[in-house]
């Protein structure tokens, strides 16, 4: 009796039989190659009692299955070499020929290409279908305790992006307990920021035939459809509505993080931690600006009765967010105050401005240095200038001229120290001079004055060491008479001459 004859069902006493002949023992040595037999010859060679005799058991091994109830699951999982077709054709022999019950599981929006070969094949093969389709909400319902704070976070995400498959919002879930602990101690944003990647790129991972290609996730930003070329295929426009509607703009760093331990199985903690700390940051410096800005924002809301209200606002910005604003916008709350009929407040805040700022370097108190488009409040301005004169300067200006003009030579570092300090810095420090010093001084800064095609830091050192001339040379007819030898005659850079007077040139 043969295995493969027509007409007779094999049985245990055909495959015996089959065994004892040589033709028969070819026979099964050919079924032995073909697909689904190779996998189970595979486990079963693995016993060390059978190994090459797997050869001949596995293909008798479907003899023992009969009577049994069989459930095959994830059949759009499939690898590409095994067709629906084929494994439908297993399910009807094992229904006719074998009296069992086979029960299917699959995720048929997963089947892709072979979708519409399995609704053909269905009705031959199965009694009863049954479709589960669940509403991503309820999906988000099963999978996920939303009495939990991150999990009601995840739900949100997985419903957003319309996810339905449970077991990949598990998944996603099982990954999210690995990376919580380490961004849940840091700024609120960032669980939630990394709650909405894990939803995104685990959903690609896990079920990527129906989400967004991982590549076009990479290439995706808000403003990518406009550069590009070629128009999208069906697939792309499907994917950047997804996209678009989930609020995604860029990936970033931290999703190549992410990405990477769903694809491995494992995060990189220490980097993961280092970039999650720089968004951290970068939200905290967003929150900072919002308070700053929060009364500008009731200013222009309307025109209610709410004076008392912005008047407020302005004193808590700068109360609160005193190190984190800058010279214009600490002034434009002053001087509001001030127009506000405000100054005792307008005139603590000054002095808790400066306070707060204590700590920082001279240049921040040089005015000269914030590029104000306006002359900012005067006594905050003073305050400024009273600052500086008090602090001294971090390297000792006399002596790094002096070295330049002996060496002729100098490192940018050197001119941008020189840039930083103030008219009032060179006036103090000319004043304070005398002799040799003080020509050798005068002809290393007036130098730099005349590098026209340098840094523009160059060109200050000379401005401001003239501007300090002139303000020296106006406080008597003696020393205006000194420095006219030092002051332009014509203004710098005119052509015809290098626009500065030498010492002991006439005026």
Not at 70 to 86: P, T, Y
Not at 159 to 186: A, D
Not at 258 to 272: E, I, K, P, T
Not at 287 to 306: T, V
Request: proline letters at 4%.
């Amino acid at each position: 009796m043969r295995l493969d004859a027509p007409t007779l069902e094999p049985t245990l006493e055909s495959f015996q039989e089959l065994l004892s002949s040589s033709a028969g023992i070819k026979t099964l040595a050919e079924q032995s190659s073909r697909k689904g037999v190779n996998v189970l010859k595979t486990i079963v060679s693995a016993l060390p009692w059978i190994d090459k005799a797997s050869d001949l058991i596995v293909p008798g091994a479907s003899l023992l299955i009969k009577n049994q109830i069989i459930c095959i699951d994830d059949i759009e999982r499939a690898g590409d070499g095994l067709a629906v077709s084929d494994i439908l054709g297993l399910v009807s022999s094992l229904r006719e020929e074998k009296n069992c019950k086979v029960l299917l599981l699959l995720n048929e929006e997963g089947l892709g290409d072979e979708r519409e070969a399995f609704r053909t094949h269905l009705e031959k093969v199965v009694d009863q279908a049954v479709r589960y389709s669940p509403t991503p909400a309820e999906s988000a319902a099963a999978a996920l305790d939303q009495a939990h704070p991150t999990e009601k976070l995840l739900a949100d995400r997985t419903i957003k992006l319309g996810i339905t498959n449970i077991r990949v919002i598990n998944r996603i879930r099982r990954f999210l307990l690995f990376v919580e602990p380490i961004v849940k101690p840091l700024h609120p944003a960032v669980l939630a920021e990394t709650v909405s990647a894990m939803a995104l790129l685990g959903w690609a991972v896990f079920e990527p035939k129906l989400a967004p290609d991982l590549e076009h996730i990479k290439r995706h930003s808000g403003f990518a459809a406009y550069l590009r070329k070629e128009d999208p295929t069906e697939d792309e426009v499907r994917w950047n509505t997804i996209l678009d509607a989930y609020g995604f703009t860029h990936y970033d760093t931290y999703d190549e993080i992410l990405l990477a331990g769903l694809q491995s199985g494992g995060f990189d903690n220490a980097r993961l931690l280092d970039e999650a700390k720089k968004l951290a940051a970068d939200q905290d410096r967003t929150d900072i600006q919002k308070a700053i800005n929060h009364p500008w924002q009731i200013l222009g809301s309307g025109f209610g009765d709410d004076e008392a209200a912005f008047k407020q606002a302005l004193i808590d910005s700068l109360d609160a967010n005193a190190e984190n604003m800058s010279l214009h916008e600490a002034d434009n709350v002053i001087s509001t105050l001030r127009e506000l009929d405000d100054d005792a407040e307008a005139d603590r805040l000054i002095a808790h401005y400066v306070a707060k700022n204590a700590g920082r370097t001279r240049q921040f108190f040089n005015l000269e240095e914030h590029g104000l488009r306006q002359v900012p409040d005067p006594k905050l301005a003073a305050a400024f200038e009273t600052k500086l004169r008090e602090m001294k300067p971090e390297r000792d200006p006399k002596e790094l001229l002096l070295k330049i003009e002996r060496d002729s030579s100098w490192n940018p570092e050197d001119i941008e120290f020189l840039a930083s300090l103030s008219e009032q810095d060179y006036e103090d420090l000319l004043r304070g001079l005398s002799g040799s010093e003080l020509q050798r001084v005068l002809k290393a800064t007036l130098r730099f004055g005349r590098i026209v095609d340098g840094d523009a830091a160059y060109r200050t050192v000379g401005e401001k060491t003239i501007a300090a001339l002139k303000v020296i040379g106006a406080g008597s007819r003696l020393n205006a008479m000194r420095v006219k030898s030092y002051i332009p005659r014509v203004p710098a850079n005119s052509e015809g001459g290098d626009g500065v007077a030498s010492p002991g040139e006439a005026a």
